[in-house]
């Protein structure tokens, strides 16, 4: 077939990523420990109270001075093995109710020297001075890891880790913490109550681990060591929790109601206030089994996409960040984001152009346990005046055939109502998968999916695979993709029609003792991206990224050059930005790119990323700089703009320079409760957007909001959008726990 005689071109790259594998095997690899017999692990003892515990940071109670301690961190990065260069205590206490547990984390150099960025939930690990919670209590490694962590601000953040290195980072549990900040240490305390876990029956061990992520000197560090190569969610390398009692899980449902109020103005046609209601309730069947419902769903409160001008042939991958999408969302998810995705939630209450659309209600089923995992979704939608409502059902199936092995089946229907003088039609794509764990460093993992219409009778395959290698000193992978032309996932995402992708990539991480003493790694880099069409196997475009240099320091700063080569086979025009079109042709051009950021958790960091050289027939500069100032946790700002100019592009030789500009403002005045301003300018769009958002956690999960949108086009807009609107939305929502 003509879709694999194109795979011919990247045979070369194969043979040298077998070379380099293989070479660099048995230089590396026997870094890699193997999980010790579970005799030979760290035990921690659970302890049983009667009293109440106060979760306010401190671990004053009686109770916590009679409870064994977890001590003698071992590092992980950046060097693995070593003590760990500040000491931490960890305490853990149970009662009907709640898991409590309690850490002291020597700190020396003291409060000035502590690395949070803000006080927003779910904030990211590496740049944040942190203490972490991991869970397993089936002790599988086929089973999900459920993770907390805390700031010494007491700021949140919960992950549900698995097996196949997929994870659901906005997964929320209900949970409580707080933190002290001391002279020379900090202390924390945590509340999960036993509601917000899954564990078995007649349990009385679980699988557990606790880490630090110590920012100021860049070091991460556990109770019970994991290899670099790895991660600390793989709980195979953990420690046990005995003596550990639960409760047997009974009656166990979550309510989430909203009430809301929404103000729109669309130019000057006045002001519209809509109340709504709705909200989602979540039962769990057991401790496996989880059905959810949801009602008039709303996502007034998400976070809104992040412009980009779009300088490549694909189409840009818009991330998840709906919270209801977002949960769970790893079970359903096959294939690779930016690439192939045969199911993307984004295609639900979203239209083309990312405005929202009306979701009238759905259902979502879960069942997770050591063998098998099965999700049904069905979620409803009405349409606008752009596009028809639509019936959305997925059905998902996986199970274990072994530890190492897993095997995965999908069903994804889209029924497309009639109406705007369309037919109604139906979209079904059909998916098979799987994950092979070869050995601890190496994974693989594929995907084949078939679609066909109804209506237009187009049907055809896709395909998908990776290859992944990771040892302490290097990383290797390899992804393959092929979508046939035939091939139509309306409720999915692919990067373009009718392609052929190869993407290797190769990094190499060094350190020596003779680099200075605040290099971390040199680590270069190469990768490539290449393209061909499906139907005739015809090359596209390809880019070769060589990256001679690549430094990492201990402050968490990273520099970087990078050369790449292009080759471009346009059969039609191409239109990257306005007034600049290429023509149909062949192509060769060279890119050179540096790029540095600074300690990003400091007070006042940089980003930048300077790239010049040939772009077309023409030549690009590119200019990104991004100033972030927060001379404290509660306060951030953070300044950021693009620029690109083009000298001599396309068929008139144009020249054109484009501007993305966009600020951000933070302030908390406590974990609980945060002010955000995000606004954006972008001139090839011609537009510019402000949103505004207020946020007060009164209670775990339990929020009000106040949101400002505002969207300004400088342009003559099509008949039927306006050129100026503006909305306000006031939001409760309440969690109720039972």
Same mark, same amino acid.
């Given at each position: 077939m003509k879709i694999f005689t194109a795979l011919r071109f990247s045979k070369s790259l194969c043979l040298l990523a077998a070379f380099i594998t293989t070479g660099l095997h048995p230089l590396y690899a026997q870094e890699a420990f193997a999980p010790l017999p579970v005799a030979n692990r760290p035990h921690l003892q659970a302890t049983r109270v009667t009293g109440p515990i106060n979760i306010d940071g401190i671990p004053d109670e009686a109770a916590w001075n009679n409870a064994p301690a977890a001590a003698h961190f071992t590092t992980a990065y950046p060097r693995q093995g070593d003590k760990a260069t500040y000491d931490t205590e960890v305490r853990l206490l149970y009662d009907d109710k709640n898991i409590y547990i309690s850490a002291r984390c020597d700190f020396p150099p003291g409060k000035k020297s502590l690395q949070v960025q803000d006080l927003r939930r779910d904030f990211s690990y590496s740049n944040n001075e942190l203490f972490e919670i991991l869970i397993d209590p089936f002790k599988d490694p086929r089973m999900p890891v459920m993770t907390f962590c805390v700031t010494p601000y007491g700021t949140q953040m919960d992950i549900m880790h698995y097996a196949d290195f997929s994870y659901d980072y906005k997964w929320d549990a209900v949970w409580q913490a707080a933190s002290k900040i001391q002279e020379h240490s900090w202390t924390t305390e945590v509340a999960?109550?036993?509601t917000s876990l899954r564990y078995p029956k007649n349990s009385t061990e679980w699988s557990i681990n606790f880490a630090r992520n110590i920012r100021f000197i860049g070091e991460t560090n556990g109770w019970s060591p994991w290899p670099q190569a790895f991660s600390?969610?793989?709980?195979?390398?953990?420690?046990?929790?005995t003596n550990i009692v639960p409760p047997d899980a009974g009656f166990n449902l979550r309510v989430e109601p909203y009430a809301l109020v929404n103000?729109?103005?669309?130019?000057?046609?006045?002001?519209?206030?809509?109340?709504?209601?709705?909200?989602?309730?979540?039962?769990? $069947? %057991?401790?496996?089994?989880?059905?959810?419902?949801?009602? /008039?769903?709303?996502? !007034?409160?998400?976070? #809104?996409? +992040? @412009?980009?001008?779009?300088l490549s042939r694909s189409s840009v991958f818009?991330?998840?960040?709906?919270?209801?999408?977002?949960?769970?969302?790893?079970?359903?998810?096959?294939?690779?984001?930016?690439?192939?995705?045969?199911?993307?939630?984004?295609?639900?209450?979203?239209?083309?152009?990312?405005?929202?659309?009306? $979701? %009238?209600?759905?259902?979502?089923?879960?069942?997770?346990? /050591?063998?098998?995992? !099965?999700?049904?979704? #069905?979620? +409803? @939608?009405?349409?606008?005046?752009?596009?028809?409502?639509?019936?959305?059902?997925?059905?998902?199936?996986?199970?274990s055939v072994s530890q190492r092995l897993q095997l995965g089946a999908m069903e994804v229907l889209r029924q497309n109502f009639a109406g705007l003088n369309q037919s109604a039609s139906v979209n079904p794509v059909e998916v098979v998968d799987a994950f092979w764990q070869v050995s601890?460093?190496?994974?693989?993992?594929?995907? !084949?999916?078939?679609?066909?219409?109804?209506?237009?009778?187009?049907?055809?395959?896709?395909?998908?695979?990776?290859?992944?290698?990771?040892?302490?000193?290097?990383?290797?992978?390899?992804?393959?993709?092929?979508?046939?032309?035939?091939?139509?996932?309306?409720?999915?995402?692919?990067?373009?029609?009718?392609?052929?992708?190869?993407?290797?990539?190769?990094?190499?991480?060094?350190?020596?003792?003779?680099?200075?003493?605040?290099v971390q790694f040199f680590s270069p880099q190469f990768t490539a991206d290449i393209y061909h069409e499906a139907s005739s196997g015809k090359f596209q475009e390809a880019s070769v990224v060589v990256m001679p240099l690549q430094l990492f320091f201990t402050n968490q700063s990273h520099l970087d050059f990078s050369i790449t080569?292009?080759?471009?086979?346009?059969?039609?025009?191409?239109?990257?930005?306005?007034?600049?079109?290429?023509?149909?042709?062949?192509?060769?051009?060279n890119r050179y790119e540096f790029y540095g950021i600074t300690n990003a958790a400091a007070p006042f960091s940089a980003e930048t990323r300077l790239s010049t050289g040939g772009y077309y027939n023409g030549r690009l500069n590119s200019y990104y700089l991004s100033l972030r100032?927060?001379?404290?946790?509660?306060?951030?700002?953070?300044?950021?703009?693009?620029?690109?100019?083009?000298?001599?592009?396309?068929?008139?030789?144009?020249?054109?320079?484009?501007?993305?500009?966009?600020?951000?403002?933070?302030?908390?005045?406590?974990?609980?409760?945060?002010?955000?301003?995000?606004?954006?300018?972008n001139t090839d769009a011609r537009n510019g957007s402000l949103n505004a958002r207020f946020s007060w956690e009164y209670r775990p999960l339990s929020f009000i909001y106040l949101v400002i949108n505002s969207v300004n086009n400088y342009y003559k807009t099509p008949f039927g959008i306006p050129q100026r609107q503006q909305g306000g939305i006031m939001k409760l929502t309440y969690i109720r726990q039972i």
């Open positions: 999960i109550p036993f600390e969610t793989q709980l195979a390398y953990g420690g046990i929790l103000a729109k103005r669309a130019d000057n046609n006045g002001t519209h206030y809509k109340p709504e209601v709705g909200g989602e309730i979540k039962y769990a $069947i %057991n401790s496996n089994t989880l059905l959810e419902g949801t009602i /008039n769903t709303d996502f !007034a409160q998400a976070d #809104v996409d +992040k @412009q980009v001008v779009n818009f991330p998840e960040k709906r919270q209801f999408f977002l949960e769970n969302s790893s079970l359903f998810s096959v294939g690779q984001n930016s690439i192939i995705q045969p199911f993307f939630s984004r295609r639900i209450g979203l239209s083309d152009n990312g405005s929202p659309l009306t $979701i %009238n209600g759905g259902l979502r089923f879960i069942h997770q346990d /050591n063998k098998q995992s !099965a999700g049904i979704l #069905v979620m +409803k @939608q009405n349409g606008d005046t752009t596009e028809n409502g639509a019936l959305f059902g997925v059905f998902r199936y996986k199970r601890q460093p190496l994974f693989i993992r594929g995907m !084949a999916s078939y679609s066909g219409n109804s209506l237009s009778g187009q049907k055809g395959p896709a395909a998908f695979a990776e290859f992944n290698y990771s040892a302490t000193h290097f990383f290797i992978d390899w992804f393959q993709t092929a979508v046939s032309k035939g091939y139509q996932a309306q409720t999915g995402f692919t990067a373009r029609d009718n392609f052929i992708n190869t993407q290797p990539t190769l990094y190499i991480f060094m350190h020596k003792k003779w680099f200075p003493k605040n080569s292009s080759w471009e086979n346009l059969t039609d025009n191409f239109q990257p930005v306005r007034n600049v079109d290429i023509a149909a042709a062949n192509y060769h051009f100032a927060a001379p404290v946790p509660q306060l951030s700002l953070v300044m950021s703009y693009t620029r690109n100019d083009f000298k001599n592009v396309g068929i008139n030789r144009e020249s054109a320079t484009t501007h993305l500009l966009a600020p951000e403002l933070r302030v908390a005045a406590n974990p609980k409760m945060l002010l955000s301003a995000f606004y954006q300018y």
